[in-house]
């Protein structure tokens, strides 16, 4: 079954708080609880096809919250008042925040997974392998400690947990310098920052309150310092230490029956370590998901693409950024339609591993005002169609995006940008309107919250379609370019600009489905016409005869066509703005 992953960030779903302030506390702001993410929500989860749920923030991080027997951490070494989740305290906890008993926060937690167990739902948590806070210190396990019996003398070693800055390095020798002032831990022993800063004077835009972790080689030689690590069949022991308190990690959450994880940022770490963990992961439990955040970016540890790099690892899917831009990039820098066909090519990896998606809590929400050319809320069931509808890949769904969450709740140090900040106490505020105080049944939701709720109830299960689900891609933009009937707009030379067109295939399960997508957030396309050529049609196989094109999506009556017309005149296919249209194809009579 195709996976539909739905992230859920435990902080701000299950906070029924109305309100809030700027930069509020937990008491001022609420935060949402283990224990009201109840057998009702999830099932209201489920019921939207949903195959995995991916809990976000549930691992101890640095906050500034305090909790009996819990210190809170000094405001240098944390973003916000809450504090980031990749900003890990103990691998091996909860975050407080979350639980309503804190002595028994890890029992709820499990509780949590039980749940999931039960409606089938595959239960998800964030592994953040590349960097930890600067005060991770286990309280659960303390001779699981990174740095614990590090060369503090040297910048790295097969052993060490972290990289030290040398004296001569930028910004002047010790002490450690932060934006918000010195972290007196790092006074005289400073380490690189998350995101490779190698300075004593992290900026701002620097992940500056992490600390990079050691796997073992020296990442300022790039790919060529690696050839010493150990390759996926090492024996534990063989291992650096990082591996083994990684693969520690690991297996204490899977026997806590977590299903699968979202690795944050996994092009950042060397890809022997990947199939070393992974391969040790699927031995403990065979159907383990690894789900990678990655990109193209200098910070890569391979010299080729990394994607394909860790879906040979053993990733079920990789972050298909360049997909997600293609389409944002339609509203935002003047793409066009026909650019996306060349994301989805059957002979490339990211056919079938790329993770598609229209938001997670890095991206804009896209029905935020400020991105999307503002046009996010008129166009998200077409971009919808568009991204999940093309790609086999697994889809990742952020919470309130089913409700046309638009970034609204209270700021703080996430500022109003767009996205829902990950290092306040905020709430959401049209999700709310279906969580209704924990009800879980859409008592306070408005009719549109409720159209776009609809839509996505209609959608996400079709995604499970055998032609959907594994079937191949063949786009129709090409074979349209001179169709004026098109979707063409006024000074438009050729077609292409807001309609995107494409079959997607299944040979076993003998299945088709035409996709017709109207981008454009403002222009009705009454005339419509797809022209299909008959190469497309042949490789279809469906053979001669009339032809029926069923409307899975709004229930439209069926569409006839015979091949010549199909080839000629086109499937007429009136499509309002940012509307779509999944059409069953088959063939009724030879």
């Not at 609420?30 to 209201?44: R, V, Y």
């Not at 039980?114 to 239960?123: E, F, I, N, S, T």
């Not at 060529?224 to 693969?247: C, K, N, V, Y």
Request: proline share 6%.
């Amino acid at each position: 079954m195709r996976p539909l992953i739905y992230q859920l960030f435990v902080r701000h779903f299950a906070n029924f708080r109305k309100g809030g302030k700027e930069w509020g506390t937990l008491e001022e702001n609420g935060c949402g609880k283990f224990n009201d993410i109840t057998e009702k929500a999830l099932h209201g989860i489920a019921r939207m096809g949903f195959t995995h749920i991916w809990f976000t923030g549930v691992l101890r991080h640095a906050s500034q919250t305090r909790h009996p027997g819990l210190q809170a951490q000094p405001e240098s070494i944390v973003k916000g008042i809450a504090g980031s989740p990749y900003s890990v305290i103990d691998y091996f906890d909860v975050c407080p925040d979350l639980a309503e008993d804190q002595d028994h926060r890890m029992e709820e937690y499990e509780a949590l997974l039980k749940r999931c167990a039960y409606l089938g739902l595959v239960p998800m948590m964030d592994f953040v392998p590349n960097h930890v806070s600067r005060a991770y210190a286990s309280a659960s396990r303390p001779e699981k400690d990174f740095g614990r019996s590090d060369d503090t003398s040297v910048f790295s070693a097969r052993d060490n947990s972290f990289y030290y800055l040398p004296r001569n390095v930028p910004g002047g020798g010790p002490p450690l310098r932060l934006p918000d002032g010195i972290y007196e831990p790092e006074r005289i022993a400073g380490r690189v920052t998350g995101n490779n800063a190698l300075t004593w004077t992290p900026s701002r835009s620097d992940w500056y309150e992490t600390i990079k972790l050691n796997y073992g080689w020296d990442y300022t030689m790039g790919a060529e310092g690696m050839h010493s690590l150990p390759d996926w069949l090492a024996r534990r022991f063989e291992t650096p230490r990082t591996w083994q308190i990684m693969d520690d990690i690991l297996a204490f959450w899977q026997d806590r029956g977590v299903g699968g994880f979202r690795c944050d940022m996994a092009q950042m770490i060397p890809m022997p370590f990947w199939k070393w963990a992974i391969s040790r992961a699927r031995v403990r439990n065979s159907e383990v998901v690894f789900l990678a955040e990655a990109y193209n970016d200098h910070l890569r540890t391979t010299v080729e693409d990394a994607l394909p790099a860790l879906l040979d690892c053993g990733f079920l899917g990789v972050y298909d950024a360049e997909a997600y831009h293609a389409i944002h990039g339609l509203y935002d820098n003047g793409r066009w339609a026909n650019d996306l066909d060349q994301y989805n090519r059957n002979d490339g990896r990211l056919f079938s591993g790329g993770v598609r998606y229209l938001e997670n809590h890095d991206e804009p929400r896209i029905c935020s005002p400020l991105h999307w050319g503002g046009e996010g809320e008129r166009v998200i069931e077409a971009a919808a169609v568009a991204s999940y509808a093309s790609s086999c890949g697994p889809v990742l769904f952020y919470n309130g995006q089913e409700a046309g969450e638009r970034a609204e709740g209270p700021g703080g140090y996430g500022g109003h940008d767009g996205r829902t900040s990950i290092f306040d106490y905020t709430s959401l505020p049209r999700l709310a309107h279906w969580t209704n105080n924990g009800l879980y049944d859409g008592g306070e939701m408005t009719e549109g919250e409720r159209a776009m709720r609809g839509f996505f109830l209609r959608l996400l299960p079709l995604l499970h379609h055998p032609a959907l689900a594994s079937g191949l891609f063949y786009g129709l933009n090409w074979a349209n370019q001179s169709n004026s009937s098109y979707g063409r707009g006024e000074g438009d030379a050729v077609s292409g600009r807001w309609v995107f067109a494409f079959i997607r295939h299944h040979w076993q399960a003998r299945a088709t489905i035409l996709a017709v997508c109207n981008l454009s957030p403002d222009l009705d396309f009454d005339g419509l016409s797809v022209h299909i050529p008959m190469s497309a049609q042949e490789w279809c196989g469906l053979g001669t005869g009339e032809y029926e094109f069923t409307d899975l999506l709004a229930g439209r009556p069926p569409i006839h066509g015979t091949p010549a017309e199909l080839d000629t005149a086109g499937l007429r296919v009136p499509l309002r703005a940012g509307k779509a249209v999944l059409l069953e194809w088959k063939r009724i009579s030879k």
